[in-house]
T-cell receptor
Framework: GDSVTQMEGPVTLSEEAFLTINCTYT??????LFWYVQYPGEGLQLLLK?????DKGSNKGFEATYRKETTSFHLEKGSVQVSDSAVYFC?????????????FGKGTRLHILP | EAGVAQSPRYKIIEKRQSVAFWCNPI?????LYWYQQILGQGPKLLIQ????????DSQLPKDRFSAERLKGVDSTLKIQPAKLEDSAVYLC???????????FGAGTRLSVL
């Protein structure tokens, strides 16, 4: 079945460092890919998405490119801030399914030190 | 626009007790979801409603979990009786229709002792 694998955390970086959180997926169809972020004490928020190969999703300085050849959707940011500290979830949704079930990875906790 | 509301935020119970969670989705959203998020894992879909009908409950442990959305608006999720392994955050989400972006509530953190 469909699945998402993302790098384990926690990831600890200094402010203004470059961030990469790796994500790979397995899907039978052509899924849509997402990154969600969960700030402390809050629910999940959609950070960015990409719906087809070579699409780049971007938001708040974060980017991720849908790579069909490597089945990857790595999250990047050029200069992180303390306020980026959160848990990041990679996820997919297979539009070939009747419903829009989202399959989440296990999450990667990010700590940014001032 | 008000977001997805959930209550309570926290609940502590002993095993074999019963517990209920409430969710009020964003106004006008036809689709409502309940997820279970165990510590260190991603959310897992328990049940999905389209208006007041169940679309998918394949991952819902039906011997102890139940959910309803009688009027197609707010929803309750019940666990009876609770087990230790039910300790988790229970997230509610809603979307305008199926295949639209899902908006999540802050969740209810359940601790079963």
């Amino acid at each position: 079945g469909d699945s998402v694998t993302q790098m384990e955390g926690p990831v600890t970086l200094s402010e203004e460092a470059f961030l990469t959180i790796n994500c790979t997926y397995t899907a039978t169809g052509y899924p849509s890919l997402f990154w969600y972020v969960q700030y402390p004490g809050e629910g999940l928020q959609l950070l960015l998405k990409a719906t087809k190969a070579d699409d780049k999703g971007s938001n708040k300085g974060f980017e991720a490119t849908y790579r069909k050849e490597t089945t990857s959707f790595h999250l990047e940011k050029g200069s992180v801030q303390v306020s980026d500290s959160a848990v990041y979830f990679c996820a997919l949704s297979d539009p070939g399914n009747r419903d829009d079930k989202i399959i989440f990875g296990k999450g990667t906790r990010l700590h940014i030190l001032p | 626009e008000a977001g997805v509301a959930q209550s309570p935020r926290y609940k502590i119970i002993e095993k074999r007790q019963s517990v209920a969670f409430w969710c009020n989705p964003i106004s006008g959203h036809a689709t409502l979801y309940w997820y279970q998020q165990i510590l260190g894992q991603g959310p897992k879909l328990l049940i999905q409603f389209q208006n007041n009908g169940v679309v998918d409950d394949s991952q819902l442990p039906k011997d102890r979990f139940s959910a309803e959305r009688l009027k197609g608006v707010d929803s309750t999720l019940k666990i009876q009786p609770a087990k230790l392994e039910d300790s988790a955050v229970y997230l509610c989400a809603s979307s305008l229709h199926q295949k639209n972006i899902q908006y999540f509530g802050a969740g209810t953190r359940l601790s079963v002792l």
